[in-house]
Structures are given as C-alpha cells and as structure tokens.
C-alpha cells in the first residue's frame, strides 16, 4: 500500500511537469505500459495473502481509474494550448468580410438620376428635393387642378388619415420651389412618385420622376425644345430630335408630350421604339398663368416652361429592363447588371 502512495505521488508529480503531447505519451506508457508502475503493481498481487489481495487489488483500482482520468484531463487540456495557439498564430484577418468582389453600386435609379443631375447642372439649374408626403394643395389645387377635376381621381391617389396624399407627380413640388427662389429660377427635381395602379410589368405603384422647370423673360417653347434636345442626346449620348404633339395637363398651356427620336434605330423603327421610330418620354408644356400666379409670380413679366421626365421609363429604356417592378425588387441578379464598372 505504501508503495501504491508513492505511484500516486510520482503520478502527480510527472503530470504537473507534462508540456507536450509526447511528454504524455511517455507519461502514460510509464505509467499504463507493459512494464509501467501500474502494471508492475498489479503483478506483485499473485504472491500477496488473500486479504491483502483484496485490499491491494482495490487499491491499484482506484490509482489506475486516478490515473486515467489525469491523462485525459491533461489531454484535453493540451489539445485546447493547441488551438488557442492555432488561433493566436493566423494573421489578423476576419475572414467572413466580403471580398471586393461583392462590393454594393448605386441603384439604377440612383444611376441615371445622377448623370441627368450633371447634365442640367452644366446648364445652369440647380437640384431641388421635394416632399414625399405632400399637401393635397401643392400636388392638386397649386397645379391648377381644382377639386373634383377628373384628374383628381381617387383610384389613384394614396390620402393619408390626415388629408395629405402621397405625392403622385413631381409637379407636386412647383409651388414651394416657386415660392423659395421667385424668377428667374431654373430647377429640377427628382422624385418618388406613388399612384395606387394595378401592378404590371409596366406599371408600379412607386415610381420616379425628373420634374424641371425654366423660369424667365421671354421664356418660349423654342427653349423647351432646345433644353430637352440638348439633354435627351447628352443622356443617350447621340444626336437626338425631339418632336411635340399636343398633349393636356391642367397645370401647362399649350400642353405637349414630347417624342425622341428612338437613340438604339436612330429613328428607323426597332423593337424599343415599337417600330414607330419615336419614344414617348416626357410631357411638358408653357407653365399655366394660374400656376405661375399661385407661386407668387407675375404672368405678365414671367414665363416659364416644365417638363416631367418619366425617370423609371428612361433607366428601363436604358439598362433594357422589361418590368418596372424590378426597380422596386430586390432581385440583386438584376440590379447588379447595371454596375459602374
Ligand atoms: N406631372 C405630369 C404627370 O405626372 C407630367 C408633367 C409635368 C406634364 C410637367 C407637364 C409638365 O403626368
């Protein structure tokens, strides 16, 4: 028994000096091996007295469970230094951050709204935000739609509880810049429109709008024309016409929708511009003398031209997107073709 105490005392001491892996397979050959302590004891039992058999046999139980349970415990604990020193080791890199290759891009919209931004800047107007949440009178009664004018109809517009409508055309906007610059005054202003349409591949209920306005002396139709020729061949970078049919919004007179010549056929007819050679992009018109007057400015003295691109149909056109609700999606498959590179 006296000797199994000093087994037990060996046994602790070399476990306490245990580094490696390799000091513990010694530790436990020298211990648990053929011609380890343990097995060494077991041995002396043949020639022990029955009592001390029993006692004896008992003992080097318990020592050799003691010793077991030591090994495995260091064993555990050498394995976790490992990792511990694994991950101390490896460079300083997190390696769930993307990589460059899933950088984001600006939206499409965002996009076009931009480059369409640069080019009237570089004509002298300047940006103008707009509310999304709008007074039923800037969308409606400031653009020359008195109440229960047909245009006003309900299916279309969103009314919020508190009698304001979510805007449903940049025109929405006309007023408040009128009245924060007075004339001369040369703006656009880009926005989310909302219309409460049935959903198709061409019709969202939120879509965007490029509104612009031009007020001066001696402001005509011929600036009109000029400004969105200059600018309808900068966006699709080609020389492209423009021509004007009648076309009635309340809030212009004379009212136009203005056509471009198709920028992919040069006008000789193909499957954007339904063969027709022209694409309808942009109604516009004179500003009403009503308008005018209702934004604080003299008809008299002042005239002014507006013009309310249809900002979602432009970046379809030019990306080749077949369903407006892409816009809106989050198909990133989609979006991602339309990358800066
Ligand atoms: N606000 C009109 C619309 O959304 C477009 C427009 C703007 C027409 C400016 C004329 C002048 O349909």
Known sequence: MKELDEIKKLFE?????????????????????????????????KDMSPEDKKSFGVGVNVLKDEVNKGIAEKQVELE???IEKELADMPKVD??????????SLHPVTIIEQRLGNIFRSMGFT????????????????VNIPKFHPARDMQD?????????????????????????????????????????????????????????MIDKNVSISNLIYFMKTMLSEVFEREVNVRLRPGFFPFVEP??????????????????CKHSGWIELCPCGMIHPNVLKMGGIDPEEYQGFAFGLGL?????????????RHLNGKDLKILEQTKLK
């Open 13 to 45: 001491e070399s476990l306490g000096l245990v580094k490696t892996m390799e000091d513990l397979n010694n530790l436990r050959t020298n211990f648990l091996g053929k011609s380890g302590h343990l097995t060494t004891c077991m041995k002396l039992i």
């Open 80 to 82: 976790n230094l490992a």
């Open 95 to 104: 390696l769930t951050t993307p990589t460059g290759k899933e950088k984001g």
């Open 127 to 142: 940006i103008e935000d707009g509310n999304e949440v709008e007074t039923e009178y800037n969308n409606f009664e400031a």
């Open 157 to 213: 517009t969103f009314y919020l509880n508190n009698g304001q409508v979510l805007k449903t055309h940049t025109s929405a906007s006309q007023n408040r810049i009128m009245r924060k610059y007075g004339a001369p005054l040369k703006a656009i202003f880009p926005g989310r429109c909302f219309r409460n349409e049935e959903l198709d591949a061409s019709h969202e209920n939120t879509f965007f709008q490029m509104e612009g306005m």
């Open 255 to 272: 009212g136009f929708e203005l056509d471009c010549s198709c920028p992919y056929c040069g006008g000789k007819g193909c499957r954007v």
């Open 312 to 324: 979602s149909r432009l970046v379809m056109m030019t990306y080749g997107f077949g369903d407006i």
